[in-house]
């Protein structure tokens, strides 16, 4: 629904799954989606406006909240956000708290990937907060509270040149500082998403194709109806259920399971022909020759490297609480890219992106595979036949299945060396997925006076890694390979 | 369904529920204590890790009929409102966690080891919490936080 915001820079190795469901609306929903799109895109330009109101908030107790669109998954965003404001603004580290990921109230600063946060989002919160420590030294007052209790303003765009701390009078960047939230944690107290709880709120569990790609054909709602308290639904490829406990819930979707009828698919690919299949079905080639490589003079070296599917394995796995109230949904979700949750479920339930709010507490790793919303549309999609909260908490087999994976990929260097100089070289990259193909493609003219490069990326054959060649460019669809 | 009677963290708690029901899940949604962990529901990576009657046990593989009668102590159990215990204060002195989610399964573990074997050895520790997984690979400060846990509790003895 939303134009990827171009001062936003994705970082080009990113998985973007397409989306899995596509649910059926009634004819008022559809209706409804064109009007709103209107007031999202007059809210979205308010929250990525570079103005200090957008990144800073200032309590007349004394409270200083800092806000940012990264997340925090184990990776030390909050503590190092925390540390870059109080630096600038002057005030001790505990004196800040810092609301991340939630896109009612922060600026989106795109996902949390691309070691991105360090050198494009710490400069945005450098920048704003020395600014409000400027506006606090024209103000005449002594603290922040006091400025905020004088009516003062902490508002308007952050000048483009703004003085910042000298990194030889840094007190709190650049040393070790504790993780804020730190003591939660070790009481068991810190609430991530699979602990966020709603009055009424149901568990929910979803039916799960015996194979990727087979399709859901019929499944009787009636066996899981009729166990106590259970909720069912199927909307076109998606069923499942939701109760009181997650132990029901599960129940109810084994009955489901009982009677689901599913398209069959012939599997073409498994992990023993993996690597022959990416060779006789390399999808998308890209080649780079100068010069023959194969008939260069000198001794030649040989190598190949596999890189299997790779589940991320975070120790949470996925989990979302949604929470529908008057036509608006809100989610709690562990994500990387909360705004991009939200826009796919802004998609998935046509909604407008300013009717859905996501809520992304720091959650239980990520490691690159949580970049995608697929649990917060299927906890949605109960909430919203449960008419209640619902929880859905994949489990460690749904993880590793229905997560997307790391890409395969085949590598094949050579290279002829003569006389103590390379005097060719070959490389061939086969992938599932997308590949950063620009820098290794242009790597060749530096590796050697003859060369030939080849980078290719295949349809993907797990979830996540894409459909077809096509559809990856059109969607976006990326891995890395970095083996 | 049948009802199971059991001490939760010091207090005599009684669940209706199937018996069959892992203790994990009796304890996040019918206790609301979250603390405890789910991370692979097969008693694999010890997120769950609880302790039932002073021996750590895995609460996503253990059915709440097992633990009638007996004792189970939380995360949440250790110091309720009140002062952090010797190994939460060094997991926290020793800032040894990342995204966290393991913590509570590795602070029970530790308990439990520093109460079987005090003062343990690097080794001992690395064996003790053997199973224990940590996603984030903070393995390291995981050490040094156990080890420093026995040493807080040395000097506790020492002053008392």
Redesign the interface.
Known sequence: MAEQNPRLELERFELREPDRYRFELDRREFLGAGLLLTLFITQEAAAQGNGIEARLHLGEDGTITVLSGKIE????ARTEIAMAAAEELGVPLARVSVVLGDTARVPNDGGTWGSATTPRTIPAVRSACASARGILGQSGHKSYAELAKAGGKIAGAVPAKVSLQAVSEWRILGKSQ??PG??A????????P??V?RPGML?GAVLRAPADGARLESVDLEAARKLAGVVAVRDGEFAGCAAA???EARKAVAALAASARWSTVNAKVSSENLYDYLKQNPGRVRDDVKGSPGTAAGQRIKGEYRCAYIQH?????RAAVADWENGRLTVWTGSSNPFGVRDALARAFSLSAGQVRVITP????G?GGKHTGEAAIEAARLAKEAGKPVSL?W???EEFAWAYCRPAALIEVEAAVEGGSITAVGFCQLQFGGVGAGESIQAGEHAAPVYRVRIAAAAGIVPGAGVDGEQLRARGVHGRTGC | MPVYRFEVNGQARSVE??AD??LL?VL???L???????????GQ?R?CTVLVDGRPAPSCVTPVRNVAGKRVK???G??GDGA?TAV??A??EA?A????????GM?LGATALLERTPGPSEQQIREGLNGH????TGYPRIVAAVQLASRFEREAESNG
């Open positions: 998954e184990g990776q030390g504790a993780r730190g003591e944690i070790v009481r068991g107290a810190h609430e991530y699979s602990d709880k568990y406990t997650s132990y394995a975070p120790m949470e796995p720091d959650f239980g790793g490691f908490r489990t460690r087999a | 529920t199937a029901r892992p899940e996040r949604e019918d609301g204590l979250t603390g405890t962990k789910y991370g692979c529901g097969e990576c997120a939380t995360i949440e250790l110091a952090l939460q204060r997991f926290l800032q966690f990342q995204c966290g989610y393991c913590t509570p602070v997984i940590c996603r984030c």
